[in-house]
């Protein structure tokens, strides 16, 4: 495979670069000399920075085997590089075998799957993006069936495994029984995260998101509908959060502290009684000490059919209200679709990062479209100058 990264830290191309004079000949005669929109204001966390404020959201693509990344996932995730986003995030990778939605989805719970890893880190750096991993565990709505192929359960010994769960309780009719974790599950569970995150690390990848949101083990633990402990890992709020802040902090003690962690919530179960956006303030401001530079702020997921109030940007204030009320930095998502729409998020200062999914999917190539439509200036790759 071609190697887009080499020593001293440096990442570019080893061939087919265009000269220095050619890059500033195509600029002078493309780019006009107006003000930088604030949706392509860079963005620094830590030690990195971000070249614009469009991260791609973790999209599981359910085209893994034994966990390794292959072909798809770098041509997927590396046209959205060259397409110019900031951050690349891949999908929920995850950290254990146990720990994955479906026998399809990528992990990092072995070296084999890191150094597979490694040469997509590497090529979304050579093409200006952040290679972000977010690491994942699915609990008990683990061991299913990719989507188009029903989602349906996969028992253990056809193919699929028992999952693990803050209590014994199914996410829905026809989903696995999981089995609650026990204090040496728990433990396993803060060193796969550790693990996965030093992994990550060693294969070039520049920013870390844990995955909290969406019903999967660290949400499940989070709200009192699907944890039903009576031990120090449920019941009140600071119990049910510990587990969590667990994880962060020995990811922490592994992440470097120059390097920014991300943390993915869903902000509201939608539901009585269930996790809601009050606790989702209080947890913010929990995990800022513990290393966290950016609140990821989605919804659901934890209970099926459940009614939720969307429509265009319908999270986008929850992640205000965190940003607001917990002084400290969000990424909105969901239901992002064209540039008017992101660049006054990010101007009214409702969220420092916009997350984009499926405008993804459908335009690997939007924040370039995003730019044009808002006069702002995004270096072409070398190869693509003469279209610019």
């Known amino acids: 495979m071609r190697r887009w990264c080499h020593g001293g830290g440096t990442e570019q191309p080893?061939?087919?670069?265009?000269s220095a004079t050619a890059r500033a000949y195509f600029s002078a005669i493309h780019y006009r000399d107006v003000p930088l929109a604030r949706l392509f204001d860079p963005c620094t966390q830590r030690s990195v920075t971000l070249r614009n404020r469009i991260a791609v959201s973790p999209m599981c693509q359910y085209s893994a085997i034994d966990?390794?990344?292959?072909?798809?996932?770098l041509v997927h995730l590396g046209s959205?590089?060259?397409?110019?986003?900031?951050?690349?995030?891949?999908?929920?990778?995850?950290?254990?075998?146990?720990?994955?939605?479906?026998?399809s989805d990528t992990g990092i719970w072995n070296d084999r799957q890191g150094e597979a890893w490694s040469e997509i880190a590497c090529f979304l750096r050579a093409n200006g993006a952040v290679p972000g991993m977010q690491l994942a565990h699915a609990g008990r709505k683990a061991s299913v069936e990719p989507p188009w192929l029903g989602g349906r359960a996969i028992a253990p010994g056809y193919g699929g495994w028992t999952p693990?769960?803050?209590?014994?309780?199914?996410?829905?009719?026809?989903?696995?029984?999981?089995?609650?974790?026990?204090?040496?599950?728990?433990?396993?569970?803060?060193?796969?995260?550790?693990a996965a995150a030093h992994r990550a690390l060693a294969a070039g990848f520049q920013l870390i998101e844990i995955h909290a949101a969406h019903g999967y083990l660290l949400h499940e633990f989070l709200s009192p509908l699907s944890n039903r402990r009576s031990d120090g890992y449920g019941g009140d709020f600071d119990s049910r959060t510990r587990l969590l802040r667990e994880v962060l902090t020995a990811v922490r003690?592994?992440?470097p502290e120059r390097l920014p962690l991300w943390l993915r919530i869903s902000a509201t179960d939608w539901l009585e009684g269930g996790w809601d956006i009050e606790q989702s303030i209080e947890l913010a401001r929990v995990v800022?000490?513990?290393g966290v530079d950016l609140i990821d702020v989605s919804s659901g997921g934890l209970m099926p059919g459940v009614r939720i109030a969307d429509g265009p940007g319908y999270q986008v204030p929850f992640a205000a209200r965190i940003r607001r009320e917990a002084e400290i930095a969000t990424g909105a998502v969901g239901q992002i679709t064209n540039a008017a729409q992101a660049e006054r998020i990010v101007e009214d200062g409702e969220a420092d990062v916009v997350l984009l999914a499926r405008e993804l999917l459908r335009d690997p190539y939007f924040p370039r479209r995003a730019a044009a439509e808002l006069g702002a200036k995004l270096h072409a790759p070398d190869q693509y100058l003469r279209a610019w």
């Open 14 to 18: 080893t061939d087919g670069a265009v």
């Open 80 to 103: 959205r590089a060259v397409g110019g986003a900031g951050v690349v995030l891949t999908e929920a990778t995850a950290v254990s075998p146990e720990g994955r939605i479906s026998p």
């Open 164 to 194: 693990v769960a803050p209590s014994a309780l199914p996410f829905a009719d026809g989903s696995l029984a999981p089995r609650a974790l026990d204090g040496c599950g728990l433990a396993n569970v803060i060193d796969d995260f550790a």
């Open 67 to 73: 966990g390794m990344p292959e072909n798809w996932h």
């Open 288 to 290: 800022k000490p513990l």
């Open 253 to 255: 003690e592994v992440w």
